[in-house]
C-alpha cells in the first residue's frame, strides 16, 4: 500500500458522497416527492455503497491507473442517470419495480456476504465465497446491472441510455482488472473453477 492511499480513499469517499448528491438533486422529485418505486430503490443503492465503503477494509489495491479509472467510472457514472417522469415506460413500473427490487436484494446478499470486503477499487481483499458467491462470481455487479436496466425500462432517454452504455462496459473492464489481481491467489483460482459464470448463469 502506498503512503498516500489513505488520501487516495478519502478522495474516493468525497467522489461518491458529491456523486450521491448529484443524483439526490437531480431527481429530487421522483424519488421524495412521487415516491417512484424504481428511482427510490436506485437511490436505496446508492446510500448502501456509501455505508459499506466507509465500512471496509483496506487491502492491497491495484497500482495500476486504468484499473482505478474504470472501478471510479463504474461506480460513479451509473449515478449521472436523470429519472424523467415524462418518458413513458417500456414496461409497466410493476415489473420495472420488480426487477429493480430483485437487483437490489442481489446486491445487498453480496454486500453482507463481502461485509467489510467491500471494495471499489481492485484489491486483494479476504476471499468471500458464501451467499450468492456460490452461484455467481460478480452477484453485486449482477444486482447492479439489474437495478440499472430497470432505471433504464423506467426512465428510457437516450441520456440515460448512453449514461448506462458506457457503465456497463467499464463494469466489464472493472471485473477483468479485478479477476487479473484475485488470479494472482491459489484460493481464489480453486474457487473460480467451481464457480463458471461471472453475472448471469449461462449467459455470462
Known amino acids: 500500500m502506498t503512503p498516500y492511499a489513505p488520501l487516495i480513499e478519502r478522495g474516493e469517499k468525497l467522489l461518491l458522497l458529491g456523486a450521491g448528491c448529484y443524483f439526490v438533486f437531480k431527481n429530487f422529485t421522483p424519488v421524495f416527492v412521487t415516491h417512484n418505486v424504481v428511482a427510490c430503490l436506485y437511490m436505496a443503492e446508492a446510500l448502501l455503497d ?3 465503503t466507509v ?4 487491502g492491497p489495491l491495484s497500482h495500476n491507473w486504468r484499473d482505478w479509472l474504470v472501478a471510479v467510472l463504474g461506480t460513479y457514472a451509473s449515478l449521472l442517470v436523470v429519472a ?3 418518458a413513458p415506460p417500456v414496461l409497466p413500473s410493476v415489473l420495472c419495480g ?3 427490487l430483485i437487483g437490489i436484494l442481489l446486491s445487498l446478499a453480496a454486500k453482507l456476504s463481502l461485509r467489510r470486503s467491500f471494495g471499489i477499487i481492485a484489491a ?3 476471499l468471500k465465497t458464501g451467499g450468492p458467491y456460490r452461484v455467481i462470481r460478480h452477484p453485486m455487479y449482477a444486482g447492479y446491472l439489474l ?4 432505471f433504464l425500462l423506467q426512465y428510457p432517454t437516450i441520456h440515460n441510455t448512453v449514461v448506462l452504455l458506457f457503465t456497463w462496459w467499464m463494469q466489464i473492464m472493472r471485473i477483468r482488472a479485478e479477476e487479473k489481481i484475485l488470479g494472482t491467489r491459489k484460493e481464489w483460482v480453486d474457487w473460480s473453477q467451481g464457480v463458471k459464470w461471472k453475472l448471469f448463469p449461462f449467459v455470462f
Not at 55 to 58: E, P, Y
Not at 147 to 150: D, L, Y
Open 50 to 52: 456509501m455505508t459499506f
Open 84 to 86: 424523467a417522469p415524462q
Open 98 to 100: 420488480s426487477l429493480a
Open 147 to 150: 437495478m440499472q436496466m430497470a
Open 124 to 126: 486483494s481483499r479476504q
Open 55 to 58: 465500512i471496509r477494509q483496506r
